[in-house]
């Protein structure tokens, strides 16, 4: 019986004894030893119930045996769903109560707190702690390893990834095994991915770009990895002289050109940085290319849809630009108002089309409805035009949306949670430019009539609710929020105000 992606990706290596795994001063983790991991991860998951279609869900940390869990969900026909550490356990009970997962895999920190919202959702909570340890590795131990693959096709889900939306609620991108794979194929080709390659992996690996867009090439391709816990500029400076490839957000390729250690030599071994998840300014690119030699190679992606469109290997990586999109996929520029298709040159609503575009929203027909036109194009909120050589640019964006390090934040999840605070009467949550972020968040609140805000009595009670990365850098208390005559609060005069005040941060 095959299995779609698993037989793809993980299978044709299991029996290898070459190194798939780099981690420093510990010993390399080879594909076999990957595998034997996997089958036993797969084992544990069948002993506990998991079958075809279950959700796993797993916020745990960046591992060999965290990346292990994902392919031995694949292996059991399961649902992988990823969750960013950084969610407070408030943030995580949303996920496990809408997707109902089987089993929820945490750090043993975590365990006394997700256990229970765990239980009342039918899920058993099990550990899985960043040095491997833990009730899960306990049980894979005991299992019984699990060799054959379950039965896939190719419609299958094989993830749910939660993506925050500008309107309510959270919403689950269904990922099938055939938008995963056909996504990777196509990618490993046009970046020419082989297994003479050792790629910098140091992105997290609960979002597209971290799991399904490095790990997934880097598995089609039988190449190596520095499997790298986080960013961090020594570890990525240690591994670059003998890797080949990087993918980074910009936030990566800023931090790196502030090391005076980032150097023409230091990369001559590489041929390619890639960087995506937001945008790359123009300025960047051209500092990176006179710095190294390298010109960064920029492509643009969504959770819904992985990636869409990519500067090409060969042709000319145009900075400021997304590039061409990838064959197999369509891109189309629309009225923001009407649908109606417009011209090349004009700036509109970007619209995605292909075998990448996800299959819709976990249990929410009317939102897919929303985003998901009947001819199958996906409504992306991003604003772009296609230059007349067919680059596409993207210009901005329609979804009230930061981007922060690479982290989607949706202003309207957190002014929710500022109007629930004591004493706060509205607030609004905006972008304002940071160095090293891209963007940084900012809050604007006004208190009730008689009530003195204090903006870091504010941050306090905001942890617990909010995860770190999405709490407002700095917050400002006003009179009242900026409005049109038809009532809407004018973002664009708080971003203008606001433009300048977290230019210091870092
Ligand atoms: C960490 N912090 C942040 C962020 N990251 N605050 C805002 N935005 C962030 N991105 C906060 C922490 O809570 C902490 O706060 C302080 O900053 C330092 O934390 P630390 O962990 O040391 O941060 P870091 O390691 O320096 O992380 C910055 C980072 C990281 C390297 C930029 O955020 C990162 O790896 N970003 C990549 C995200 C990504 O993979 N995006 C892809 C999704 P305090 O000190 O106050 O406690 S988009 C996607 O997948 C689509 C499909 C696509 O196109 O790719
Ligand atoms: P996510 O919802 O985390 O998948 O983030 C997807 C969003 O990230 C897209 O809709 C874009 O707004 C943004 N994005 C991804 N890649 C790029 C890029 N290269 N340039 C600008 N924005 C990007």
């Given at each position: 019986?095959?299995?779609?992606?698993?037989?793809?990706?993980?299978?044709?290596?299991?029996?290898?004894?070459?190194?798939?795994?780099?981690?420093?001063?510990?010993?390399?983790?080879?594909?076999?030893?990957?595998?034997?991991?996997?089958?036993?991860?797969?084992?544990?998951?069948?002993?506990?119930?998991?079958?075809?279609?279950?959700?796993?869900?797993?916020?745990?940390?960046?591992?060999?045996?965290?990346?292990?869990?994902?392919?031995?969900?694949?292996?059991?026909?399961?649902?992988?769903?990823?969750?960013?550490?950084?969610?407070?356990?408030?943030?995580?009970?949303?996920?496990?109560?809408?997707?109902?997962?089987?089993?929820?895999?945490?750090?043993?920190?975590?365990?006394?707190?997700?256990?229970?919202?765990?239980?009342?959702?039918?899920?058993?909570?099990?550990?899985?702690?960043?040095?491997?340890?833990?009730?899960?590795?306990?049980?894979?131990?005991?299992?019984?390893?699990?060799?054959?693959?379950?039965?896939?096709?190719?419609?299958?889900?094989?993830?749910?990834?939660?993506?925050?939306?500008?309107?309510?609620?959270?919403?689950?991108?269904?990922?099938?095994?055939e938008n995963l794979l056909s996504n990777a194929q196509v990618l490993r080709e046009l970046w020419r991915f082989d297994a003479e390659d050792t790629l910098v992996h140091a992105l997290p690996i609960f979002h597209t770009h971290g799991l399904f867009v490095a790990v997934n090439i880097a598995l089609l391709a039988g190449a190596r990895m520095h499997f790298l816990p986080k960013f961090d500029v020594d570890a990525i400076i240690g591994a670059i002289p003998a890797a080949t490839a990087m993918m980074g957000v910009p936030t990566f390729y800023t931090r790196l050109l502030d090391d005076p250690r980032l150097t023409r030599e230091l990369t001559t071994n590489m041929r390619l940085f890639i960087s995506g998840s937001a945008p790359l300014l123009a300025e960047t690119h051209e500092r990176f290319e006179a710095r190294t030699g390298h010109r960064i190679l920029e492509r643009y992606g969504m959770t819904e849809t992985n990636m869409n469109t990519s500067n090409p290997y060969d042709g000319e990586r145009r900075a400021g630009t997304v590039g061409l999109p990838l064959p197999g996929t369509e891109i189309r520029i629309t009225d923001p108002q009407s649908g109606r298709e417009l011209a090349d040159g004009e700036t509109g609503m970007i619209e995605v089309r292909g075998p990448n575009v996800f299959k819709g929203y976990w249990r929410m027909p009317e939102k897919t409805a929303e985003e998901k036109r009947e001819n199958g194009f996906f409504i992306t909120g991003d604003l772009g035009m296609i230059d007349p050589d067919g680059y596409l640019r993207i210009v901005g964006r329609q979804k009230d949306l930061i981007i922060s390090g690479g982290y989607n934040i949706y202003p309207k999840e957190i002014e929710a949670t500022l109007d629930d605070l004591p004493g706060v009467l509205e607030s609004a949550v905006i972008a304002a430019p940071h160095a090293d972020l891209g963007e940084g968040v900012v809050g604007v609140i006004v208190g009730e009539p008689g009530v003195q805000i204090d903006p870091e009595e504010i941050v306090g009670l905001l942890s617990g609710k909010l995860a770190r990365f999405k709490q407002p850098r700095r917050i400002f208390v006003v009179d009242a929020l900026p409005r049109n005559t038809m009532g809407k609060v004018q973002k664009n005069m708080l971003r203008q105000q606001y433009a300048d005040c977290l230019q210091q941060s870092r």
């Amino acid at each position: 019986m095959a299995n779609h992606l698993f037989d793809a990706l993980f299978g044709p290596h299991a029996q290898s004894n070459e190194q798939f795994l780099l981690l420093g001063d510990r010993p390399a983790m080879t594909h076999r030893a990957f595998a034997g991991l996997m089958a036993r991860y797969a084992g544990a998951m069948r002993a506990h119930g998991v079958t075809r279609g279950d959700r796993v869900a797993v916020q745990v940390a960046k591992s060999p045996q965290a990346l292990a869990v994902y392919g031995a969900c694949i292996k059991c026909g399961a649902v992988l769903l990823p969750l960013n550490t950084a969610y407070t356990p408030d943030e995580i009970a949303y996920f496990v109560g809408d997707a109902e997962p089987a089993l929820l895999l945490c750090d043993e920190a975590a365990e006394s707190r997700l256990a229970p919202m765990a239980a009342d959702a039918g899920a058993t909570a099990m550990t899985l702690n960043s040095d491997g340890s833990g009730s899960f590795a306990d049980a894979a131990a005991a299992a019984e390893p699990f060799e054959t693959p379950a039965a896939a096709e190719a419609g299958d889900l094989a993830a749910i990834l939660y993506t925050s939306g500008t309107t309510g609620r959270a919403k689950g991108a269904m990922l099938s095994h055939e938008n995963l794979l056909s996504n990777a194929q196509v990618l490993r080709e046009l970046w020419r991915f082989d297994a003479e390659d050792t790629l910098v992996h140091a992105l997290p690996i609960f979002h597209t770009h971290g799991l399904f867009v490095a790990v997934n090439i880097a598995l089609l391709a039988g190449a190596r990895m520095h499997f790298l816990p986080k960013f961090d500029v020594d570890a990525i400076i240690g591994a670059i002289p003998a890797a080949t490839a990087m993918m980074g957000v910009p936030t990566f390729y800023t931090r790196l050109l502030d090391d005076p250690r980032l150097t023409r030599e230091l990369t001559t071994n590489m041929r390619l940085f890639i960087s995506g998840s937001a945008p790359l300014l123009a300025e960047t690119h051209e500092r990176f290319e006179a710095r190294t030699g390298h010109r960064i190679l920029e492509r643009y992606g969504m959770t819904e849809t992985n990636m869409n469109t990519s500067n090409p290997y060969d042709g000319e990586r145009r900075a400021g630009t997304v590039g061409l999109p990838l064959p197999g996929t369509e891109i189309r520029i629309t009225d923001p108002q009407s649908g109606r298709e417009l011209a090349d040159g004009e700036t509109g609503m970007i619209e995605v089309r292909g075998p990448n575009v996800f299959k819709g929203y976990w249990r929410m027909p009317e939102k897919t409805a929303e985003e998901k036109r009947e001819n199958g194009f996906f409504i992306t909120g991003d604003l772009g035009m296609i230059d007349p050589d067919g680059y596409l640019r993207i210009v901005g964006r329609q979804k009230d949306l930061i981007i922060s390090g690479g982290y989607n934040i949706y202003p309207k999840e957190i002014e929710a949670t500022l109007d629930d605070l004591p004493g706060v009467l509205e607030s609004a949550v905006i972008a304002a430019p940071h160095a090293d972020l891209g963007e940084g968040v900012v809050g604007v609140i006004v208190g009730e009539p008689g009530v003195q805000i204090d903006p870091e009595e504010i941050v306090g009670l905001l942890s617990g609710k909010l995860a770190r990365f999405k709490q407002p850098r700095r917050i400002f208390v006003v009179d009242a929020l900026p409005r049109n005559t038809m009532g809407k609060v004018q973002k664009n005069m708080l971003r203008q105000q606001y433009a300048d005040c977290l230019q210091q941060s870092r």
